[in-house]
């Protein structure tokens, strides 16, 4: 998080467009310094570099996956249970579907899990931890941070299992019920940032020259709290991944013959050790995403504490 440097008086009086000013200036060198630190971070990098391939596999889907045609509706029975081969890299599964093709377009449902998820939660959270956090101690601040640990004191995913078995199995449901769960962290998280901040001198000096409280929290708290945030998401990616591939292994998310990692890790798990390929290989690429999205994490955490040196 960039901090503002001290202004010191020297005859006349600031104001707060140069006050501005240098704020955004300390930024960009704090951006700098942080972007120098990341880059000496070798397992940063390639956490970044897992992530990017994970999405252009992801993206490419159909370009890059031997055998398209077996995300649909497919059986081949006298290729069943091939392992690992030059034809089919990662072997195939009970019905003869190529596992490294189906692997491939199961990053599009996890990223979609993921990216979803965290676009849903993290609007609200950080708004309502916002406000309550600039309203400290005030009756909107009780109420919406008692509800916030309302939801905080059940385990994520017993409150995600619960939410998902009431609805209809699917991807769009689960996500759902992942979303329910999730934004209370957001929250948590931005209303001890905002806490903090709003009794700093930029704080004080918007409220002495008139401003709404709507620029006090966008335009002069929420800029001083993005560097934490995104640290959060990048790391929040690996664990919503995960609890999405949990929901998908117990039949409450991606529904066969649609390719999800967690489907085929359950359907998989049923021929175990003879046949480990079927559920081994879908098990690894949800390590490959979760792992890139943890190392890309700290990294970026690393960032984070150069810019507040």
Do not use: C
């Amino acid at each position: 998080m960039g901090q503002t440097l001290p202004v010191r008086h020297t005859g006349g009086a600031i104001s707060l467009e140069q006050v501005r000013e240098l704020e955004r200036k300390s930024r960009r060198e704090n951006l700098g310094r942080a972007w120098y630190k990341f880059s000496r971070n070798s397992l940063s990098l390639v956490g970044g570099g897992m992530v990017l391939l994970v999405f252009f596999l992801a993206i490419f889907a159909p370009l890059i996956a031997p055998y398209p045609e077996h995300v649909k509706p497919f059986t081949d029975f006298a290729n069943a249970k091939s392992p690992p081969s030059w034809a089919h890299p990662f072997g195939t599964d009970e019905i003869g579907r190529d596992i490294l093709s189906r692997v491939i377009f199961g990053f599009r449902y996890a990223l979609w899990m993921g990216v979803v998820v965290l676009a849903l939660v993290v609007p609200p959270g950080v708004l309502l931890g916002l406000v309550a956090g600039y309203f400290q101690g005030t009756r909107i601040d009780t109420i919406i941070m008692r509800t916030t640990d309302i939801f905080l004191a059940v385990p994520p995913l017993i409150l995600a299992l619960a939410i998902a078995s009431i609805l209809k199995p699917n991807l769009f449901n689960a996500m759902m019920a992942v979303s329910l769960m999730w934004w209370p962290w957001y929250t948590r998280l931005v209303y001890g940032l905002a806490s903090a901040l709003r009794n700093e001198y930029f704080v004080a000096s918007a409220e002495a020259t008139g401003a709404s409280t709507s620029h006090i929290l966008f335009r002069e708290i929420l800029p001083n709290m993005v560097s934490p945030i995104f640290t959060k998401i990048s790391l929040d990616m690996g664990w919503v991944i995960i609890i999405g591939s949990t929901l998908s292994f117990v039949g409450l998310g991606v529904q066969p013959p649609e390719p999800g990692l967690g489907t085929m890790v359950a359907s998989g798990a049923k021929y175990l050790p003879d046949h480990w390929w079927i559920a081994v290989f879908p098990a690894l690429a949800i390590v490959l995403i979760v792992l890139g999205f943890n190392l890309l994490g700290d990294g970026l955490r690393d960032m984070l504490t150069a810019e507040e040196i």
